[in-house]
């Protein structure tokens, strides 16, 4: 089973992440594992350290030269948590742990499930069938399957004892609210912030909006770690691999995470949590991803097509920032996105770390430096999977 270390990242105010676009309106309410990967190679850099040597053991593609490479560790995406419930992204194929009928019935519930408690997570893994223990119609009493976030969240009524005292219980402390209730009870808060650009040349002002992700008191995002070989030097000079990761967490805490951190958004705290174990797939099985994923070469098309597959891509892009350069935009890059279910190979790591640095006719504008993007799989075997129809589509 891989044992996964767990990371909690508690925000002080909140923080931002451009979901899509070239503006500033919309923010993602988890971290990708690609864009936390390169946060922290970023900030091992800035402290210090030589990425380069820190990137070493990673298997990458740069250009047309695929390196093959023993990672240290792989990292899973930051997922939302509450209290001591963790939750997990919705698996794809809603259509292998629902029958028609609830399909038909509870499609638009379906739809906006975005994470699972991991205790629904596991039942899943385990090829169960979900019907009897998702929520209710909204204003029905719950047995079995609670919503939270207006549904965005769905967990297990034994959970929900693990939820924070401030969402169970009602203000006086006294009682706690009916579990049809929280329902409406809220993880995080999207809002939308005022800010104005005054222009150097008129000093004309002019107001524009940045969505902010605020969590509730006890609620945050998690990640998860495998660690391969934590105790692997890094540069030579008796840094290892899992001090080298907690120091850069601990300056990306003070720094901050995502866009905006000029403002104050994305500081946290963090501290590590337990270790917990997921099922492995079995040779030849399907692995629910917990994390983005970049098939190499040699793993397709077997990776995305065998029987049982199902998966959403994702198109990844945006700016790069280098010491060495102006801000440019990265080279696109298509991944698999969390929540998908992949075929498993029998090398036990899968993907790569892409070089994405912008590449032009006149080298002269060309960073002198690589520029990575991370895409190794990590996530969980699935039971029974082989069966179903495979699933494609494109997000």
Request: proline content about 8%.
């Amino acid at each position: 089973m891989p044992d996964l270390t767990e990371y909690r990242l508690v925000f002080r105010s909140g923080f931002h992440l451009g979901a899509r676009g070239v503006g500033l309106e919309e923010s993602t309410v988890h971290v990708p594992s690609d864009t936390l990967f390169s946060a922290l190679v970023d900030a091992h850099r800035r402290a210090g350290g030589d990425a380069d040597a820190l990137l070493a053991p990673f298997p990458c593609l740069q250009g047309e030269a695929s390196l093959d490479g023993d990672p240290p560790f792989r990292l899973t995406s930051a997922f939302p948590f509450a209290g001591a419930v963790r939750f997990f992204p919705m698996p794809v194929p809603l259509g292998s742990w629902f029958d028609g009928e609830t399909q038909r019935v509870r499609h638009k519930d379906l739809k906006r499930i975005r994470f699972v408690s991991e205790r629904l997570f596991r039942r899943m893994l385990a090829g169960e069938a979900m019907d009897r223990w998702l929520f209710p119609p909204e204003g029905e009493e719950p047995t079995r399957g609670i919503a939270l976030q207006n549904g965005d969240l769905w967990l297990s009524r034994e959970e929900v004892k693990g939820l924070p005292k401030e969402m169970r219980l009602r203000p006086d402390a006294k009682r706690e609210i009916p579990l049809r209730a929280l329902r409406r009870a809220r993880v995080w808060t999207l809002q939308q912030v005022p800010r104005v650009t005054v222009d150097r040349v008129s000093s004309a002002s002019e107001i524009f909006h940045i969505e902010r992700v605020v969590f509730s008191p006890g609620c945050g995002l998690w990640f998860g770690v495998e660690w391969r070989a934590p105790d692997r030097e890094v540069d030579g000079k008796g840094v290892t691999y899992r001090e080298a990761l907690h120091r850069a967490l601990s300056l990306l805490a003070d720094d901050g995470l995502g866009g905006e951190r000029s403002a104050g958004y994305g500081s946290f705290t963090w501290e590590q949590g337990e270790v917990l174990s997921l099922p492995t797939p079995s040779p030849g099985g399907l692995l629910c991803l917990l994390s983005r994923y970049h098939p190499r070469g040699s793993e397709l098309p077997d990776a995305l097509t065998r029987q049982g597959t199902a998966y959403s891509l994702t198109s990844v892009g945006g700016w790069l920032r280098s010491p060495d350069g102006a801000a440019q935009r990265r080279r696109r890059l298509w991944m698999v996105a969390e929540g998908s279910i992949v075929g498993a190979t029998s090398g036990g790591v899968q993907g790569d770390v892409v070089d994405v640095r912008p590449v032009y006719e006149d080298p002269a504008g060309a960073l002198p430096h690589p520029v990575w993007r991370y895409g190794l799989a990590l996530g969980a075997g699935l039971q029974g999977g082989e069966s179903w129809p495979s699933i494609s589509a494109t997000g």
